[in-house]
């Protein structure tokens, strides 16, 4: 494993203050299935293989850092690696994600499941990836908030919600400190940065999020003592109640336009993931646009995508973006 990047100090944390000179970027699922780079390290192994192996996750993880140039290394692992240790049975197979064995189909179920019990091989990832990497990279850790964690564990969670809503909080505590546990053990290893991932929470009313989303992720942002972001998708309608997470950055899908967002918080996005199919001359503009609105209303601001990079997107569309945010104008 090895990266070419200067010594410096990272723009990502910067950012974090609204001290960086430059935009950083990074993207959402920057590790995986779009690199041939990747391809060629999985070969016929399986993806739980791979997120077990530290020496081949922490070389994934480092790929996008060599290829792209971006500001900082995302770990390679899965919102349902957490869960794995804590009694659920998941296969993560090629070309289907994962699948929950034994999943929940009604309250009685939640007996079968308990604390946290550790990842080494997440340590150690950690741990070969932070012995090479420079200060100018920081390494972001994350998790699955619960609420999106259960919509894989549960077999209808949202049955369980309205049906069993005593039992559902039961289960939103469980992963909750699970969850806290999962990135601290992240943080004693070694990430500076955490993502905490809200993939659905976004389909829901505002009632059912302030219920049964917004306490947990309160209280995992309020445990976990490094800079943090929040990612939300589909979350137009539920941005001043995302505000409140506890999150340093707010992590915005494609729904809202960063220039018509009202915080004091960082702001990091949202350019659209489909873009990424688009003529360079087409990517460019819409690069641009958002880095210009972002100047005018957010000193705190990283670049990223509305959602994460899709397994056909061409390397070389991210390289562009990469490189026309590198060279924006964002100080004076």
Excluded at 129 to 139: Q, R, Y
Excluded at 149 to 160: E, G, P
């Amino acid at each position: 494993m090895a990266t070419n990047a200067s010594q410096e100090q990272s723009d990502i944390l910067l950012a974090f203050q609204g001290k960086n000179k430059h935009v950083p970027v990074w993207f959402m699922r920057q590790a995986g299935r779009y690199l041939p780079q990747y391809q060629s390290l999985k070969a016929n192994r399986s993806l739980n293989e791979l997120f077990r192996d530290p020496e081949i996750a922490g070389a994934i993880t480092l790929q996008p850092l060599e290829i792209l140039g971006v500001d900082a290394a995302i770990l390679f692992a899965d919102i349902l690696t957490m869960p794995s240790a804590m009694g659920f049975k998941i296969d993560f197979i090629n070309g289907k994600g994962p699948v929950v064995n034994n999943p929940i189909y009604h309250a009685g179920d939640l007996k079968r499941f308990g604390k946290f019990n550790g990842l080494e091989h997440v340590t150690r990832t950690i741990q070969l990836i932070n012995a090479v990497l420079p200060a100018s990279i920081p390494l972001i850790g994350f998790a699955g908030s619960p609420f999106t964690v259960a919509t894989y564990l549960c077999s209808k969670y949202n049955r369980m919600m309205y049906e069993s809503p005593q039992a559902f909080h039961q289960l939103m505590d469980l992963l909750t400190d699970n969850t806290i546990l999962y990135l601290k053990q992240q943080k004693e290893a070694g990430i500076k940065v955490f993502q905490l991932f809200d993939t659905w929470a976004g389909s829901l009313r505002r009632e059912d999020y302030e219920n049964f989303v917004l306490p947990y992720v309160q209280k995992i942002f309020k445990a976990i003592k490094l800079p943090s972001i929040y990612y939300l998708k589909n979350c137009a309608h539920l941005m001043d109640l995302m505000e409140k997470s506890g999150a340093e950055m707010l992590s915005v899908c494609e729904t809202v336009n960063i220039k018509d967002i009202k915080t004091k918080k960082g702001i990091q996005g949202n350019l659209l993931n489909s873009l990424l199919y688009a003529d360079d001359k087409t990517i460019i503009e819409e690069t641009r646009n958002i880095l210009k609105a972002a100047k005018a209303k957010h000193r705190k601001y990283i670049f990223n995508l509305s959602h994460g990079v899709m397994p056909d997107v061409n390397p070389l569309k991210l390289k562009l973006i990469v490189d026309e945010v590198h060279k924006f104008k964002w100080t004076a």
